[in-house]
Structures are given as structure tokens and as C-alpha cells.
């Protein structure tokens, strides 16, 4: 499956990223902070070279508004603004069942060993969900 | 365009492409044919080996070999020593936490064949001390292997001071030059070395073109088995345009070098000066003990992949040592060995100028680097903890 992605960017002729990973890294959608975001994730470590953040504001189960921050190489910066763009104005089911297969195809593709930057934003998106869960269960607790 | 990575390869000098267009069109020969159209292409390699040989401080031609690069040259250099240790039951190798992986790899086959490496630390100055070198020393050892100069941080090693205890201690020394041959002045006789290791396509020849430097009396080994060009220890038919070139280019490179490093330096020193104006950065290796045109720096909170796409928007040519430049998990190794920790290694940014930069696009460099860091900070994670003071800065 993963083969089919690569196509186009593997060790071949072609440019190391697909213009859609380009244009989405140098005009990131949905760069900065939610003030009063009420589900926050962050996923990745500095270590390794990559961190994502993401701000959600959620009402009535609906992802109304998203934002991320993110240290991390182009494919980083491009998953996460490629993932806020696929669940902004979302249900939170939907945007629960968002895979890092989905991302990297809706950049037309990533590199072999940059798959995981779209794993990250995969995994930032469900933490950010997971803690507005959370918070709105122990809300309802008290 | 402005071309800053140099340390990865140069443009090749307009005397070098004419020599090598001249040789391609009027001497095709063979050098191993024996009618006088080989013969011609023979004394064309002939005429650029003593070339190269006068350059680097030797007068006998026979001790310079042809390779395809600096990578061969490194193998061919280690593997030969090995060999000899080998026979004389000196199996221990010294060489420096730094090396290019031609050689850090070669040592790595050998420690699998049973040698045993000592990788000396390079400290956070990126400089080998010779004193240690000289504790490394066993009655063992085979060969001592440290680089001239670094090819990611610049950092100029004290090789005729590593020669000398190499030669008191009755130790083959071999230097990989790759990045200080005409950039520097080197001197094989005085600088007490007996194999160096050089690759025209960093003193503006053409690349897949090097050379290896061995001493009258060391037996080398084939790296590339054939028929008996190069004295039988490399074979294959010689890239004779490719070798005319390389000695065009390092004539002119060695003609003009101090000139040339007056002038880098004169830049890189102005880089230095305004890229430490950006908080939380750092130059990467001793600011003196450098390359004339090496400038490394990290910056805290930033990706250096990003800034390279970043400044290669803005037509500036640069390059990292992140783990994302360089397709594996971990930062540069050179970083890592001067005692960068990953996360601020990973924002890092090398800029190997050339002679022709102007003063304008030096300062264009600058306002590119400062406004791009302060852009990737600005929606970096990272740097908005280390603001917030929930993580301490490193830089
Ligand atoms: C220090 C050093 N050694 C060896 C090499 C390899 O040289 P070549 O590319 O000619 O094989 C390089 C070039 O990248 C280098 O910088």
C-alpha cells in the first residue's frame, strides 16, 4: 500500500517532496495557538528531531476550530497542516478515524522514511481528541 | 542563486573545464597504448601527477595514486595499512570521533575483522589534542588516521604535530585532506605525513576524480583489482580529462590560496559575528582553528530542514547535519562527537561560502538566516516552552 504512495517520490528522478508537500509547508494552514482550545495534543520528542502540537475547539462534537504548532523538518510542518485541513468543521468521530495514510495521500505522497511525520499528525490529532474527552468527562464528574 | 555549500561540492574552475574539454577532444588515447596517440594521453597523466605531487610538497611523482575520489582513497589509504598491521601483528587503528564516513565505515568493516578502534574525542572545540594521541599510541598500533580539516564544522586539526609523534613512535599517520587541499597550505613533508587522502571536486575540478598520497616504501592494496594501471595498485583505464583537470584546478587553487583565505575569512568572520546575534545559537567548533570558509551554527528551537527548504526559497544553497537532511533518526555525528545533544543538533546550518560571494549577498545570507529562524520559532513547539521558561535553554 505504502508502495503505491511513494511512487512518485521514490529514489527516483523525482523532487525529494510533491509540490502539495511543498505548497502546504511554505503557507502552513491553521499555524498557531487556540487560546481557549478545550482539547490539546502533543506527540513527538525534540530528540528525534520532531514535536507536534494541536489545538482543538470543539462544540457539539464538532472539530470548529484547529490549530497546530510544530518544530520539525518540511514533512512535518505539511502533515500537520494537511491533518488540520482534513478534520477542521469534522465531527470528532470522523476526525478520530483520521489515518497517516490519508495525509500522506492528500500531499500526493511522502518519502519512505518520512512516513512518520504523518504518523505524528495521526497521533497529535487523536491526543488532542483523547484530552478533550477526558476533560469533558471529569467536567461532567463534578 | 547563491551557492553556500562548497564543503559539499564546488564549481569547477573555467581552466579546469578547458583542460578537460581539450583532453576529451585532442587526446582520447589510451595511456596504456603504445602508439604515440596513447603515449600522448600517458604524458598528460604523467605531467598532472607530478603536478599534484609538486603541490602537495613531494618530489617523487610514483608516490601519487589516482583514485575515483576521496572516498577511494580513504578506503584504499586504511585498508592498506590494515593490511601491513595485519602482517606484523599490530591490529589496533587510532583515528577521531569525527571522521567522514569513508573512513568511519572502512573502520567499521575492520573492527568486524577483528581490529580494534580508538576513536579519540574531538571536545567541544572540534580539535584533536595530540597528547592524546600520543596515550593512544600501543606497541600495536597500525595506523593513526585524523582528518586536516572537518567537513561539517571546519575545524582544522594539528596534523604536523600528530605527524611528528606518528613518526617518533614509528606509526604510519594518514590524513584525510579532502577538505583542506587547496583551501589550506599543506606540505606532506613537513606536515609529517605518510598517506593523505585529496577530491578535485572540492578545489573546483570535476568530480569521481582524487587522489591518494602514499609514502616511498608503503605497500599498498588494491582496492580495485584489473590490469596494472597506476603501478598495479589501481586499476582501470585512467580518467585522464578528469586528472588533467584535477591538476589544472589545484594549481590555481594552490596559486591563489592565500589571497582566497583572506578574502573568506573576511567573510565567514562577518557571518559568525551577526549569526551569534540571534539568541539561543551557537557556532559549532573553534572559531579560529577553521576552515577559511566554514561557518556551523545551531539554533535552539528550530528544525534544520526546514530552514534549508526555507533558504533555498530565498535562493540561498545551504546545508544541516539533522537527522532529516540526512534520511537516518540521528543528527550529524560531528555534532553529536563536539557534545551537542540531539535536540539542538537538529538545528543546525552550514554555510561553506565560495571566493566569488559578494559583501551584499553575505548580508543577504544574514537577513535570510535571522528572518526564517524567528519565522520556524515562531510556530515551533519547542521554543515556545523554552520561552515560557517550562524547559531550560541548552544554547
Ligand atoms: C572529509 C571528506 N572525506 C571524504 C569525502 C569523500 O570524497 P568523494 O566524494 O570524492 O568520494 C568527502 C566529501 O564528501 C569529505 O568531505
Sequence with gaps: MTGQIMKRNKEDNMALYSEKVMDHFRNPRNVGVIEDANGIGEVGNAKCGDIMKMYLKIEDDV?????????????????????????????????????????????????DYKMHCSVLAEEAIRSAIEDYKKSAEKTAQQ | MIYADNAATTKMSEAAINTMISVMNDNYGNPSSLYSFGQKAKEILEEARNEVAT?????????????????????????????????????????????????????????????????????????????????????????????????????????????AICREKNVLFHTDAVQAIGHLPINVSEDNIDMLSASAHKFHGPKGVGFLYARKGIKLTNIIEGGAQEK???????????????????????????????????????????????????????????????????????????????????????????????GSLDPSHVLLAIGRVHDVAHGSLRLSIGE????????????????????????????????????????
Design chain 1, 63 to 111: 472539530i470548529k476550530d484547529v490549530k497546530f504548532e510544530t518544530f520539525g523538518c518540511g514533512s512535518a510542518i505539511a502533515s500537520s497542516s494537511m491533518a488540520t485541513e482534513l478534520i477542521k468543521g469534522k465531527p470528532v468521530s470522523d476526525a478520530m478515524q483520521l489515518t497517516n495514510k490519508a495525509v500522506a495521500e492528500a500531499l500526493d505522497g511522502l518519502p
Design chain 2, 55 to 163: 603541490l602537495i610538497g613531494t618530489a617523487n611523482p610514483r608516490e601519487i595514486i589516482f583514485t575515483s575520489g576521496g572516498s577511494e582513497a580513504d578506503n584504499q589509504a586504511i585498508m592498506s595499512a590494515a593490511a601491513l598491521g595485519r602482517k606484523n601483528g599490530k591490529m589496533h587503528i587510532i583515528s577521531s570521533a569525527f571522521e567522514h564516513h569513508a573512513v568511519l565505515h572502512t573502520l567499521e568493516r575492520l573492527k568486524k575483522e577483528g581490529f580494534e578502534i580508538t576513536l579519540l574525542d574531538v571536545h567541544e572545540d572540534g580539535l584533536v589534542r595530540p597528547e592524546e594521541v600520543k596515550e593512544a599510541i600501543r606497541d600495536d598500533t597500525a595506523l593513526v588516521t585524523v582528518m586536516f580539516a572537518n567537513n561539517e564544522i571546519g575545524t582544522v586539526q594539528p596534523i604536523r604535530e600528530i605527524g
Design chain 2, 232 to 326: 598495479g595498485r589501481r586499476a582501470g583505464t585512467e580518467n585522464v580529462p578528469g586528472i588533467a583537470a584535477m591538476a589544472t584546478a589545484l594549481k590555481e587553487a594552490c596559486a591563489s590560496l592565500n589571497e582566497n583565505a583572506e578574502i573568506l575569512k573576511k567573510h565567514r568572520d562577518r557571518l559568525i559575528s551577526a549569526l551569534n546575534e540571534i539568541p539561543h545559537s551557537a557556532l559549532n567548533g573553534d572559531a579560529d582553528n577553521r576552515l577559511p570558509g566554514n561557518v556551523n551554527f545551531c539554533f535552539e528551537g528550530i528544525e534544520g530542514e526546514s530552514l534549508l527548504l526555507l533558504l533555498d526559497d530565498k535562493g540561498i544553497q545551504a546545508s544541516s547535519g539533522s537527522a532529516c537532511t540526512s
Design chain 2, 356 to 395: 566569488d560571494v559578494s559583501d551584499e549577498e553575505i548580508e543577504y545570507i544574514i537577513s535570510s538566516v535571522k528572518e526564517v529562524v524567528e519565522y520556524l520559532r515562531g510556530f515551533s513547539p519547542v521554543w515556545r516552552d523554552l520561552m515560557a521558561g517550562k524547559t531550560p535553554f541548552i544554547l
